[in-house]
């Protein structure tokens, strides 16, 4: 057995199982003893093993939805056992989130954790006072002068005016609530677009009539007005106006005896007591309710948008700020064991619909901060 | 980007599905390779180590789990399972199935990206032939014979081009061995009681 093509051959063969007993005997008798003949012999296995890899490697279907779809049937089934009615319940509550959330995230997932993220949530109360909630469950609503409202199922409802003009009715308004762990987008009925985010409440009335279309703000949202220059568009938060000329732009009146306006597309004047400044795109203008102030100046828009498109961005900004916005969206309480951490400066990009422990492991890494999470409480050190 | 260990034990010690994700993003794709040496076949490999981590999360084994071991714990495992399944399938298997390789995912760890790309680059120098050899035997687990059928060319030269094919390779990756100790070796011989417990 010398005859170097012969034990190629031979070893190539055995490696693929193509020999018979009397020649996985040869193999062996030559292998075994010789210090040489063991490495080369291990060459191939090496070869071998790395082609079956590599080729392989292509052949694997399974992914993470896939496995998570049979984890979850096998939960299901155990647990339909023994509360089926529990269940159901939190199944049907995320169901409408289907096109905002990760499509491999199956709703009871997370049920085990108790740090859920927000959803689209809030509470209409239509002109006659009657409060509805609504979801991303379908609904259609009628007012008294005729306006169609309708809840979509993404999330999201729509006004239409009735085609009965000028009937006299006179603007009836409508409030909608949004809750913490909330979101919701409507269009109003000239066409305007709002995203209202976590704890935050807009008047409106459901058609415009007047010389001017006025709603109320308090908390955040971002507007995407549908232009029309005979008949301003402006938003009133606190004793802020912001008027708009056709525009996107976000709202912020969460900080205390503050306006934060963020003029995304077109001019926006904001005044408050004193003259009104007007805003070009890229700005950033707060208004003081306390000294009557607007203070302008020129930011980087995207951290203050992203969570319209369902994310948060946060370029370097304080801890404390990070966490406010967290604690809304996840209904979090933050509690700081070293008072200096809340000035910590980080940086991080998220999907809200993600598990909050991502981002602050993230940030564990990226300071020396440590985050542990006690029910809905986040202790940091 | 791969979580580390400690996170992924933490995860699971407090039984959140956010550690069964990460490990699944981890080492799902290696596992499945690994339990491929034995079982040959990657549908029944990936089902293999499905099963693995569902038995896993359902019976809340991430308690016990450490760091330091988690690795080793999840290959030694596939491999046990691997072995089991093919105990059950055929007593009497083929001796060549029993190749064990020793430590195999710290050279699939440390090399992944540098054995692919440099096999890839390996490949792409042998005649097409050989490549379409190497597929049919390694991908998709034909004998000598369904290939010889499929690439209509006589069993003797299949044997031929995967030799050279082979012998080739093994000239080309013998300066990795240089790396590492050696991590084959031969566990037909000693015969296999040893590895099915």
């Known amino acids: ?381 | 980007m791969q979580i580390p260990d400690d996170v992924i034990c933490s995860l699971l010690k407090q039984h959140q599905t956010k550690g069964i994700d990460y490990m699944f993003d981890k080492y799902y794709r290696p596992l499945v390779l690994w339990a491929a040496t034995f079982v040959n076949d990657i549908p029944k490999s990936e089902d293999l180590v499905q099963d693995f981590f569902v038995k896993l999360w359902e019976k809340d084994v991430g308690r016990t789990l450490l760091p330091e071991t988690l690795k080793s714990f999840l290959y030694t495992s596939v491999h046990n399972l691997a072995l089991d399944r093919l105990e059950k399938k055929d007593p009497l298997r083929d001796a060549v199935e029993l190749i064990h390789v020793r430590r195999p995912w710290e050279e699939y760890d440390y090399f992944k990206e540098e054995i692919f790309q440099k096999m890839k680059e390996e490949i792409e120098h042998l005649p097409e032939r050989s490549r379409e050899v190497i597929t049919c035997v390694y991908l998709e687990g034909k004998s000598y014979k369904e290939t010889a059928q499929v690439l209509g060319v006589a069993v003797s030269t299949v044997n031929t081009l995967l030799v050279n094919a082979l012998k080739k390779l093994r000239e080309q990756a013998r300066d990795m061995t240089e790396y590492l100790t050696l991590l084959f070796y031969l566990s037909a011989f000693e015969r296999n009681k040893e590895y099915l417990q």
């Open chain 1, 1 to 381: 057995m010398s005859d170097k093509n012969e034990i190629d051959t031979l070893l190539v063969h055995f490696l693929q199982g193509q020999l018979n007993r009397e020649e996985r005997e040869k193999v062996k008798a030559w292998i075994t003893g010789e210090e040489d003949h063991e490495r080369y012999f291990q060459e191939f296995c090496r070869v071998h093993v790395h082609l079956q890899w590599m080729v392989r490697e292509n052949a694997i279907k399974g992914d993470l939805p896939m496995f998570r779809q049979r984890l979850a049937r096998r939960r299901r089934i155990g647990r339909y056992a023994s509360v089926a009615a529990g269940i159901v319940l939190l199944l049907g509550v995320g169901l409408g989130l289907r096109q905002v959330v990760p499509a491999w995230m199956p709703d009871d997932e997370y049920a085990e954790s108790v740090v859920h993220p927000g959803k689209a949530q809030a509470m209409l109360y239509l002109s006659s006072g009657v409060m509805v909630p609504i979801d991303s469950s379908g609904k259609k609503l009628t007012e008294f002068d005729g306006t169609a409202i309708e809840v979509h199922e993404n999330g999201s409802m729509s006004y239409k005016a009735s085609s009965r003009e000028g009937d006299g009715v006179k603007e009836g308004m409508n409030h909608l609530v949004v809750p913490r762990k909330g979101e919701f987008r409507l269009t109003l009925a000239d066409g305007t677009k709002v995203w209202l985010n976590s704890e935050s409440e807009l008047s409106y009335p459901c058609k415009f009539t007047g010389k001017e279309r006025v709603v109320h703000l308090k908390g955040e949202a971002y507007f995407e007005v549908a232009p029309n220059k005979a008949c301003p568009f402006i938003v009133k938060a606190n004793e802020a106006d912001i008027k708009v000329y056709g525009t996107q732009f976000n709202v912020n009146t969460r900080r205390e005896g503050i306006v934060e306006t963020v003029l995304v597309e077109g001019t926006v004047g904001m005044k408050g007591r004193g003259k009104e400044q007007v805003l070009k795109p890229n700005q950033k203008a707060e208004y003081h309710v306390g000294d009557g102030e607007i203070r302008v100046e020129t930011v980087d828009v995207l951290p203050y948008i992203a969570w319209r498109d369902g994310n948060f961005v946060f370029e370097n900004e304080s801890l404390a700020s990070i966490m406010d916005k967290l604690s809304l969206w996840y209904d979090l309480k933050v509690f700081y064991k070293r008072e200096d951490a809340k000035e910590v400066r980080l940086s991080g990009i998220m999907e809200r619909y993600r598990d909050v422990n991502e981002l602050l492991r993230f940030f564990e890494k990226s300071s020396d901060l440590k985050f542990s999470v006690r029910e809905t409480t986040v202790f940091v050190e």
